[in-house]
């Protein structure tokens, strides 16, 4: 974070700039650049381009924002984020959330916003999920992403927001690596309701499971827990919609948004 902030400092000071000159250049407040100069803030990922055009500096800034934002992450979650990134396949179950890499940013600022975060603090979060999402997608490899939602995540939010969430799954959906099911609401009680959790297969063949909750996650590596997550995978997957009928559940409460 240090380097960031020192660079942006003398980059500043370079070109004879004022903060305000700076914000209005980049179109942020005066007081967001003196937050990212002080370590308060992490420039957004367009900011940080606009930073690095400004600054002739390439793509130094934007480099050292993604450091930043990393070094941002709560510890327990960084092993994940890593383990993320190498997986060959992601099983992701949620009952009332849409799945963190498949969020767009506009309902990832909506979800952190709801809890006691600090408006800098969604801003930092929502700009780490996006990147855990191109650090995933946008491999030359990406791991196959098979996704369970509960119905009841897809009627939660602002109309808006949500009807543009759900058009993107739906979109994302299409593409070969991305397997989207919905455990329709009429299923009644299911094994899901005791928990969101995420289950990773790494190159090799071993496999870590990701327990969320209200303080911190928990990755799980115990071969007995994951073996115990795969049977409520299964359990899961006994009552969610195939794709394709998923994807017509997804379409109908788009139209019900419409």
Do not use: C
């Not at 098979?146 to 995540?153: L, R, Y």
């Amino acid at each position: 974070m240090s380097d960031l902030r020192e660079k942006l400092r003398r980059e500043r000071a370079r070109l004879g700039m004022t903060q305000d000159q700076t914000g209005a250049v980049i179109n942020v407040s005066a007081s967001s650049v003196g937050a990212f100069e002080n370590g308060r803030m992490v420039p957004m990922p367009d900011t940080a381009k606009a930073l690095d055009e400004l600054f002739n500096t390439g793509d130094e800034i934007q480099r050292l924002s993604t450091e930043a934002r990393a070094e941002a992450q709560a510890p327990w979650l960084r092993p994940w984020t890593d383990n993320e990134r190498r997986a060959t396949l992601l099983r992701w179950f949620e009952h009332s959330l849409i799945p963190g890499l498949l969020q767009t940013a506009d309902y990832a600022r909506a979800i952190l916003s709801a809890g006691p975060n600090r408006p800098a603090v969604v801003e930092e979060w929502t700009a780490s999920r996006l990147a855990r999402q191109a650090a995933v997608f946008d491999r030359d490899d990406p791991p196959t992403l098979s996704a369970i939602i509960g119905e009841s995540a897809l009627r939660f939010g602002n109309q808006s927001i949500m009807k543009d969430q759900l058009e993107h799954l739906v979109d994302i959906g299409h593409r070969s690596t991305v397997h989207i099911r919905v455990v329709p609401q009429g299923a009644g009680l299911h094994a899901g309701l005791t928990g969101a959790f995420v289950v990773a297969t790494l190159p090799g063949g071993s496999r870590l499971g990701y327990l969320d909750d209200q303080l911190r996650g928990r990755v799980v590596a115990d071969a007995d827990e994951v073996g115990d997550l795969d049977l409520t995978w299964e359990s899961l997957s006994a009552v969610a919609l195939p794709r394709d009928q998923s994807r017509d559940v997804i379409l109908r409460v788009i139209d019900d948004y419409t």
